[in-house]
């Protein structure tokens, strides 16, 4: 499944960031590698096994907050972090890099399979109407 950049995105993401951290600041600080100065590329730049054990050094902490709240049923709260974590991705990647778009990607079908069980949740819809994660290109696991 294909997902696009929704112009509607450029306004709503940095809203969500007030909402939720106050300004992009506050987003920055509690993932410090988030912020534009964090050298990923460098000669005194050095991955090792203890960086990337280190939870705060991860990119993905924003996304992995919102997969929590998947996992507490928080699908609103998770789709508003995903989308966040696609903003952020858009704004700081390389466009010409395939990596990227495919991690870009896969952020915005969790956006989707989010809003979608939202959605399911509120309506109260049927078991057999269910949104799964399969129907969004991402895995059942």
């Known amino acids: 499944m294909q997902c696009e950049w929704r112009r509607s995105y ?6 969500l960031i007030k909402e939720y951290f106050g300004d992009p ?4 600080r509690q993932f410090p590698y988030m ?3 964090f050298q990923w590329k460098s000669d005194d730049f050095i991955i090792s096994a203890e960086k990337l054990a280190n939870p705060n050094n991860k990119y993905h902490g924003l996304e992995k907050l919102a997969v929590q709240y998947r996992n507490k049923g928080a699908n609103v709260l998770a789709g508003d972090l995903w989308l966040i974590a696609a903003g952020w991705r858009r704004n700081t990647m390389d466009p010409s ?12 079908r ?6 979608a069980m939202a959605e399911w949740k509120k309506k109260k819809l049927a078991r057999n109407a269910m949104p799964y994660p399969s129907l ?4 059942d696991a």
Do not use: C, I, W
Not at 136 to 139: D, H
């Open 10 to 15: 450029d306004r709503l993401v940095p809203m």
């Open 25 to 28: 600041g506050g987003l920055t």
């Open 35 to 37: 912020k534009s100065t």
């Open 97 to 108: 890099d395939e990596r990227h778009m495919e991690a870009l990607q896969f952020v915005l």
């Open 110 to 115: 969790n956006v989707e399979y989010d809003r």
């Open 136 to 139: 969004f290109g991402l895995s």
